[in-house]
């Protein structure tokens, strides 16, 4: 008897819930309402729910806070069926939570998201900060280009780079200009160690190796190595010539010693400017006799000053073939001032072919800059204008999308073209990545077309958070309000749809269904509001938003 009632029971319980709750939730008897279970959603349980994730766009919560969890990320529309997120060209993700890389970084590149990026620094060029904390650091992606390749998608070709030829003379007065040397250290008795530069590491060199190895092992690195193209027969070959001094202390020693005293030196011949240094291997050394703790100190002993400049700030670069068209009377080099050989060719134009009396340019300078006269003859390029010749135009600059921090947790600084587009130098226009746009490709556009399907506005971060209403009152936070807010970098740039009534969505396509009181709740009261109204004259209106 007892089971015949429960049965009955249950029976009852779910024939009052809509579709017994889809078989995807528990129906609640005192008000036959569906309980469903996870992942399912809708009166009835019949619905599925897609993947939360950090919303690209959200109305602030509190000062400088925003970025709340979202279904497919407040980005993708919920396939209800299915329970997957349809994300719009340019986003991926379960939850359309990742800014997809542009055209997979072209091959030439790795696509990898703001904390994975900060980690891949060279610790040779300082500090590597974390960038772990703010919002975007595992949603914004972008490329890390290959050796010789550049830009937002990793399209463009760097073109060589060099010394300037006039500089650093006898005759400039700013005096002479050095190779960078670095200074190493090496305590064992045992084992081998290694050297990176520019992340390019060294086979494990013997702690007795003598200045011969040592020097093979540095040169043979691809950082280091000069590596240039000459013609032969027709087709280009490779040659590579070693470009690093290595000197040791004790000529005759070798490169570890056990007190520390001995010691050699690294100059860089071919590798110009303030270049970064030395870093010793994850696994410095693997003793085999001693258990003393080894120690391998890299120190910079002269700060390299040559320039570093592209095409030796004497020629034009060809950002599709990676190519200088040198000036008038400049002609590549072999980066000591001599003519380039088929052994040592840059490819920039850092040789003089005749005696220099002017400045570059058809007129001077171009007619945008100031030639600076003997012995250097460089222009200084008025205010937006760049190149040797300052023929070139520069785009504007605003905070990048994709960048190495400066502190912990500290990135976005300023870029040309916000590093999302390429600049036409022709013009001085960037041409933006698919949905960026602004001057400064410094804005991610609003979803739609029309924008926000023209059911909405399209609005900053800064501007949606100014509009937050709570139960249909305006109740409006402060989103970048804060100066230089790391949190809120994004507080002009972020911009999503505030959509008019009766329109939902990401991209405000979708449309809002009527509300209305649940009839089966029947412990409800009507809101009752009280109006005092003051005054002699006149007339007052109320209104409902």
């Given at each position: 008897?007892?089971?015949?009632?429960?049965?009955?029971?249950?029976?009852?319980?779910?024939?009052?819930?809509?579709?017994?709750?889809?078989?995807?939730?528990?129906?609640?008897?005192?008000?036959?309402?569906?309980?469903?279970?996870?992942?399912?959603?809708?009166?009835?349980?019949?619905?599925?729910?897609?993947?939360?994730?950090?919303?690209?766009?959200?109305?602030?919560?509190?000062?400088?806070?925003?970025?709340?969890?979202?279904?497919?990320?407040?980005?993708?529309?919920?396939?209800?069926?299915?329970?997957?997120?349809?994300?719009?060209?340019?986003?991926?993700?379960?939850?359309?939570?990742?800014?997809?890389?542009?055209?997979?970084?072209?091959?030439?590149?790795?696509?990898?998201?703001?904390?994975?990026?900060?980690?891949?620094?060279?610790?040779?060029?300082?500090?590597?900060?974390?960038?772990?904390?703010?919002?975007?650091?595992?949603?914004?992606?972008?490329?890390?280009?290959?050796?010789?390749?550049?830009?937002?998608?990793?399209?463009?070709?760097?073109?060589?780079?060099?010394?300037?030829?006039?500089?650093?003379?006898?005759?400039?007065?700013?005096?002479?200009?050095?190779?960078?040397?670095?200074?190493?250290?090496?305590?064992?008795?045992?084992?081998?160690?290694?050297?990176?530069?520019?992340?390019?590491?060294?086979?494990?060199?013997?702690?007795?190796?003598?200045?011969?190895?040592?020097?093979?092992?540095?040169?043979?690195?691809?950082?280091?190595?000069?590596?240039?193209?000459?013609?032969?027969?027709?087709?280009?070959?490779?040659?590579?010539?070693?470009?690093?001094?290595?000197?040791?202390?004790?000529?005759?020693?070798?490169?570890?010693?056990?007190?520390?005293?001995?010691?050699?030196?690294?100059?860089?011949?071919?590798?110009?400017?303030?270049?970064?240094?030395?870093?010793?291997?994850?696994?410095?050394?693997?003793?085999?006799?001693?258990?003393?703790?080894?120690?391998?100190?890299?120190?910079?002993?002269?700060?390299?000053?040559?320039?570093?400049?592209?095409?030796?700030?004497?020629?034009v670069c060809d950002i599709l073939t990676g190519i200088c068209t040198c000036n008038l009377l400049y002609d590549t080099s072999n980066g000591?001032?001599?003519?380039?050989t088929q052994f040592l060719n840059r490819g920039d134009c850092g040789y003089v072919t005749s005696t220099i009396t002017n400045c570059p340019?058809?007129?001077?300078?171009?007619?945008?800059?100031?030639?600076?006269?003997?012995?250097?003859?460089?222009?200084?390029?008025?205010?937006?204008?760049?190149?040797?010749?300052?023929?070139?135009?520069?785009?504007?600059?605003?905070?990048?999308?994709?960048?190495?921090?400066?502190?912990?947790?500290?990135?976005?600084?300023?870029?040309?073209?916000?590093?999302?587009?390429?600049?036409?130098?022709?013009?001085?226009?960037?041409?933006?990545?698919?949905?960026?746009?602004?001057?400064?490709?410094?804005?991610?556009?609003?979803?739609?077309?029309?924008?926000?399907?023209?059911?909405?506005?399209?609005?900053?971060?800064?501007?949606?958070?100014?509009?937050?209403?709570?139960?249909?009152?305006?109740?409006?936070?402060?989103?970048?309000?804060?100066?230089?807010?790391?949190?809120?970098?994004?507080?002009?740039?972020?911009?999503?749809?505030?959509c008019d009534e009766s329109f939902t969505g990401y991209d405000c396509s979708e449309r809002l269904c009527p509300f209305g009181d649940d009839?089966?709740?029947?412990?409800?009261?009507?809101?009752?509001?009280?109006?005092?109204?003051?005054?002699?004259?006149?007339?007052?209106?109320?209104?409902?938003?």
């Amino acid at each position: 008897m007892r089971t015949t009632l429960f049965l009955s029971f249950v029976v009852a319980c779910s024939g009052c819930c809509p579709n017994g709750c889809s078989g995807h939730g528990d129906c609640t008897s005192h008000n036959c309402q569906c309980s469903c279970i996870e992942a399912y959603t809708g009166v009835d349980c019949s619905l599925r729910t897609c993947p939360f994730g950090k919303s690209w766009v959200s109305v602030a919560t509190d000062a400088d806070t925003a970025h709340e969890v979202a279904e497919c990320s407040n980005k993708g529309h919920c396939d209800r069926s299915l329970g997957v997120c349809s994300c719009p060209f340019g986003f991926e993700g379960l939850s359309c939570n990742r800014r997809s890389c542009p055209t997979l970084c072209a091959g030439h590149g790795t696509c990898m998201s703001m904390s994975e990026y900060a980690s891949s620094k060279d610790p040779g060029e300082g500090t590597v900060f974390e960038y772990n904390d703010v919002w975007d650091s595992d949603m914004i992606f972008g490329c890390k280009c290959d050796d010789g390749f550049t830009g937002p998608d990793c399209m463009s070709k760097l073109c060589p780079t060099g010394d300037d030829p006039l500089t650093g003379t006898s005759a400039d007065p700013a005096g002479q200009q050095y190779n960078e040397i670095q200074k190493v250290q090496c305590t064992a008795t045992g084992g081998t160690f290694t050297l990176s530069f520019q992340q390019k590491t060294t086979k494990p060199i013997p702690y007795n190796a003598n200045s011969a190895a040592v020097s093979t092992a540095i040169n043979a690195l691809p950082s280091v190595a000069a590596i240039h193209r000459r013609s032969q027969g027709g087709s280009n070959a490779v040659v590579s010539t070693p470009t690093a001094t290595v000197t040791f202390s004790d000529a005759s020693g070798t490169a570890c010693s056990s007190d520390g005293s001995q010691t050699f030196t690294v100059e860089f011949t071919q590798n110009f400017g303030d270049i970064p240094l030395l870093v010793p291997g994850t696994s410095l050394l693997t003793h085999t006799t001693t258990t003393t703790t080894p120690s391998v100190l890299v120190t910079e002993l002269t700060k390299g000053s040559k320039e570093n400049d592209r095409c030796s700030n004497r020629g034009v670069c060809d950002i599709l073939t990676g190519i200088c068209t040198c000036n008038l009377l400049y002609d590549t080099s072999n980066g000591a001032a001599g003519i380039g050989t088929q052994f040592l060719n840059r490819g920039d134009c850092g040789y003089v072919t005749s005696t220099i009396t002017n400045c570059p340019g058809e007129v001077v300078c171009s007619g945008h800059g100031v030639c600076a006269g003997s012995p250097t003859y460089r222009c200084n390029c008025a205010e937006g204008w760049t190149g040797s010749d300052c023929s070139e135009r520069q785009c504007p600059f605003h905070q990048s999308w994709f960048d190495y921090p400066s502190a912990t947790g500290t990135a976005h600084a300023r870029a040309e073209c916000s590093g999302a587009g390429l600049c036409d130098r022709s013009k001085g226009t960037c041409q933006c990545s698919t949905n960026f746009e602004g001057s400064a490709c410094e804005r991610q556009s609003c979803p739609g077309t029309p924008t926000c399907s023209g059911h909405g506005q399209c609005l900053t971060m800064q501007l949606l958070a100014e509009r937050r209403k709570v139960d249909g009152n305006t109740v409006s936070k402060t989103y970048g309000s804060t100066p230089n807010s790391r949190m809120a970098w994004d507080f002009d740039k972020i911009q999503g749809c505030l959509c008019d009534e009766s329109f939902t969505g990401y991209d405000c396509s979708e449309r809002l269904c009527p509300f209305g009181d649940d009839p089966y709740t029947q412990s409800g009261v009507h809101e009752v509001q009280a109006i005092t109204c003051r005054g002699t004259t006149g007339f007052f209106f109320s209104a409902i938003s």
